[in-house]
């Protein structure tokens, strides 16, 4: 089954502890994504990845890296977690070129609380 | 610059009852548009789109027709049920921006019985 898949699906921290969740597709896809997704504010890209070594910064990076050493792995790192950083997480994929006729594929979602 | 502009919620419906979410866009080029739906608790799911003006998208009931005259894409269907309580995304995606999507900020539906 084509699919993008998030770990962890609920994550409760302390401020300060380093963190890293996991994005993985298995659809050969160029570009993937992060999202997060706030009560009023919908979906903001955080980063995003047309290729492997390739990454770039979307709409709200800062407090987060990414890295992108296989296509098939995209992995948020959150290195000194913060409260503002409490939110839901997505991951997205979808094939270069091909996005605009077919949309991204997204993972489940990682709820991330930080205390 | 881009955008995507739809209605705010939450919207509550009775079961059967029809439904219209608005959905508008900003372009700097030809888009194309999506709705995707998120259900309690999971990931967003593209219900469904359209690539060029006046394409009508649809799935499971739902519908929405790529208006560039009045750079809109509605979201309706006419029925709805309890099932179809979830978070609604209007989205573009632009080609000349290396793909990237542009989301409204979710339309929340609740049916009841």
């Known amino acids: 089954e084509a699919q993008v898949t998030q770990n962890p699906r609920y994550l409760i921290t302390v401020t300060g502890k380093k963190l890293t969740v996991t994005c993985s597709q298995n659809?050969?896809?160029?570009?993937m994504s992060w999202y997060r997704q706030d009560p009023g504010l919908g979906l903001r890209q955080i980063y995003y990845?047309?290729?492997?070594?390739?990454?770039d910064k979307g709409d709200v990076p800062e407090g987060y890296k990414v890295s992108r050493k296989e296509k098939r792995n995209f992995p948020l790192i959150l290195e000194s977690p913060s409260p503002n950083q409490t939110s839901l997480y997505f991951c997205?994929?979808?094939?270069?070129?091909?996005?605009?006729?077919?949309?991204?594929?997204f993972g489940s979602g990682t709820r991330l609380t930080v205390v | 610059g881009n955008s995507v502009t739809q209605m705010e919620g939450p919207v509550t419906l009775s079961e059967e009852a029809f439904l219209t979410i608005n959905c508008t866009y900003t372009?700097?080029?030809?888009?194309?548009l999506f709705w995707y739906v998120q259900y309690p608790g999971e990931g967003l799911q593209l219900l469904l789109k359209?690539?060029?003006?006046?394409d009508k998208g649809s799935n499971k009931g739902f519908e929405a027709t790529y208006r560039k005259e009045t750079t809109s894409f509605h979201l309706e269907k006419g029925s709805v049920q309890v099932s179809d309580s979830a978070v609604y995304f209007c989205?573009?995606?632009?080609?000349?921006?290396?793909?990237?999507?542009?989301f409204g900020t979710g339309t929340s539906l609740t049916v009841i019985p």
């Open positions: 997205a994929s979808h094939e270069l070129g091909r996005g605009t006729v077919y949309g991204y594929t």
């Open positions: 659809m050969n896809h160029e570009y």
């Open positions: 990845s047309m290729n492997v070594e390739v990454t």
């Open positions: 372009a700097t080029g030809y888009p194309s």
């Open positions: 359209a690539t060029k003006a006046d």
């Open positions: 989205a573009l995606s632009l080609k000349n921006t290396g793909n990237q999507f542009y």
